[in-house]
């Protein structure tokens, strides 16, 4: 049984920069990804960034070039590092884990994700 716990959210001005983490305990996989996503109020959760075990990596273009997912080498912890942040990033922001059972490219299709965490707050002004 896995648990993800995301942390590293808060309160930023337009311009500024986050950087949330996302720590994964129990069971460990050969093949996974580990997406990130957000959900502003009133709008429905949206995919931002994934990579995979591999390291290759997907962004939604609206992140595209001020945000960067990595990995931890040991393989526990999954970073999402948010630069130039805008007052549209604001939401809360999940990290997901998908199981693939071999090598896939990474995705942000949210039904692909077994495992989530309870998110952590981002707000921009």
């Known amino acids: 049984h896995v648990q993800l716990v995301e942390s590293g959210g808060g309160s930023v001005q337009a311009g500024g920069s986050l950087r949330l983490s996302c720590v994964r305990s129990g069971d460990s996989f050969r093949w996974y990804s580990v997406g990130w996503f957000r959900q502003a109020p009133g709008k429905e959760r949206e995919g931002v960034a994934s990579?995979?075990?591999?390291?290759?990596?997907v962004y939604a273009d609206s992140v595209k070039g001020r945000f960067t997912v990595s990995e931890d080498s040991a393989k526990t912890t999954t970073y999402l590092q948010m630069n130039n942040l805008k007052p549209e990033d604001t939401g809360l922001y999940y990290c997901?884990?998908?199981?693939?059972?071999?090598?896939?490219?990474?995705?942000?299709?949210?039904?692909?994700?077994?495992?989530w965490g309870q998110g952590t707050q981002v707000t921009v002004s």
């Open positions: 990579m995979d075990n591999l390291g290759n990596s």
């Open positions: 997901a884990l998908r199981l693939t059972g071999r090598a896939m490219p990474p995705t942000l299709a949210q039904i692909d994700f077994v495992r």
